[in-house]
């Protein structure tokens, strides 16, 4: 697997708490990429950061990648219960064409 | 505005059945990607394609098909459908960096 046991993870929050959310990886990608997924919807994509950057922001998102340690993080800031959804992260190892492979997700419950 | 569309939404198909799954995309990507979603196993690549014409195995492609007649359309088929392919269906469309990547809205088969 791609993918680090972390990446398996369920978290409860309140409304207005800021979050973040990991996932690490095994072998070398050019990209993260962040997906959310909402409930009965298709994936629809957040933010992506190559090798070369190590932070990129998106309103109240911001995400990091550490290409040492194979690790990327989505943080959100001030949540809304709008943002209750499944996380994913994925990464790309084709080394040419973008062909994704995505890790497992975290759900995330944001309670109004 | 530029979309992954999916057809049908929902499917019920008999074991032994033959099944097409079909993806239109208005993006002008040249990349379009066929997962199904498992509670589990997160999002696993099928088939993928890089133009018309072209189609390549991904990850799970056993009891799968694919077709990329034209640019805007993917289809996905099942010539003897089984219940072990009871899932989700995504269709994605993508660029060649990633930077642009649409999923359609699934694809709910049952099979029995």
């Known amino acids: 697997s791609q993918w680090g046991e972390e990446n398996l993870q369920a978290l409860s929050i309140q409304e207005g708490e800021d979050v973040t959310m990991n996932c690490s990886y095994k072998?070398?990608?050019?990209?993260v990429q962040w997906y959310r997924q909402k409930s009965g919807k298709g994936p629809a994509q957040l933010i992506l950061?190559?090798?070369?950057?190590r932070e990129k922001r998106s309103g109240r998102l911001r995400a990091t990648l550490d290409t040492s340690s194979q690790s990327s993080s989505l943080s959100i800031t001030g949540t809304l219960a709008t943002d209750t959804a499944v996380y994913f992260c994925?990464?790309?190892?084709?080394?040419?064409?973008?062909?994704?492979?995505f890790g497992k997700g975290t759900s995330l419950v944001v309670h109004p | 505005e530029a979309a992954v569309t999916q057809s049908p939404r929902n499917k019920v198909a008999v074991t032994g059945g033959k099944v097409t799954l079909s993806c239109n995309q208005t993006?002008?990507?040249?990349?379009m990607y066929w997962y199904r979603q498992d509670t589990g196993h997160g999002l696993r690549l099928i088939h993928y394609?890089?133009?018309?014409?072209?189609?390549e195995k991904g990850d799970i492609p056993d009891g799968y098909k694919a077709s990329r007649p034209s640019q805007e359309n993917f289809s996905l088929i099942l010539e003897l459908a089984t219940p072990s392919q009871t899932s989700v269906y995504f269709c994605?469309?993508?660029?060649?960096?990633?930077?642009?990547?649409?999923f359609g809205s699934g694809t709910r088969l049952l099979v029995i």
């Open positions: 994925a990464t790309d190892m084709s080394g040419g064409n973008y062909k994704p492979t």
């Open positions: 394609s890089y133009g018309a014409g072209s189609t």
């Open positions: 993006n002008n990507h040249n990349n």
């Open positions: 994605a469309s993508g660029d060649n960096r990633g930077s642009d990547y649409t």
């Open positions: 072998t070398y990608t050019t990209v």
């Open positions: 950061i190559r090798s070369n950057e």
